[in-house]
């Protein structure tokens, strides 16, 4: 079967920290729906027992936010470090992504789009989200078969839901 797009991508140790300012950016310290739900939740404990006098009570939920709020700092920065060890040490690699109607391989792993978990279109690359934390890049130059522009509006078709655009790149 012949792939609708392909790309060849030649990661070096510039991409690598393109992707890891990308990812400290865009996932290290973004608060979720259930963060700002449990600090209200936390707000109206700490009030509901000031009004009532419960000193002790207060003091317990004054102290569970402040250690989730610093769990909620502490985290993700580790996660950002973790991420940057990982990519310090990788070499220039070659990677080889063939597009096919329902999924793409890269070498001889295969991905199907719906499992996709977010894609991101910058200036220079677009960002493939396997999961929260692992993603394939792809150079908009890189393209063999098919254009940039072509596979924007494919994989907005194929991942509506999951598409961002035209992110500014950080470095």
Do not use: W
């Not at 250690?67 to 991420?83: A, Q, S, V």
């Amino acid at each position: 079967m012949e792939p609708l797009f392909k790309n060849i991508t030649i990661y070096n140790s510039k991409i690598y920290d393109q992707f890891i300012e990308f990812h400290g950016k865009h996932f290290s310290f973004s608060y979720n729906a259930y963060n700002l739900i449990m600090f209200i939740l936390l707000l109206y404990c700490i009030i509901l027992n000031i009004i009532e006098k419960n000193l002790i009570f207060v003091l317990l939920f004054v102290a569970l936010s402040v250690f989730l709020f610093l769990l909620r700092i502490y985290c993700p920065t580790k996660r950002h470090e973790e991420t940057k060890s990982e990519y310090e040490d990788n070499k220039e690699n070659i990677f080889d992504f063939s597009f096919y109607k329902n999924y793409f391989t890269v070498g001889e792993k295969t991905v199907y789009y719906f499992k996709l978990y977010r894609l991101f279109e910058t200036d220079e690359y677009f960002y493939l989200y396997i999961d929260d934390e692992n993603a394939v890049l792809l150079s908009k130059t890189g393209f063999k078969i098919g254009s940039s522009e072509e596979f924007a509006k494919f994989m907005k078709k194929k991942c509506f839901l999951k598409y961002r655009k035209k992110v500014k790149n950080l470095a």
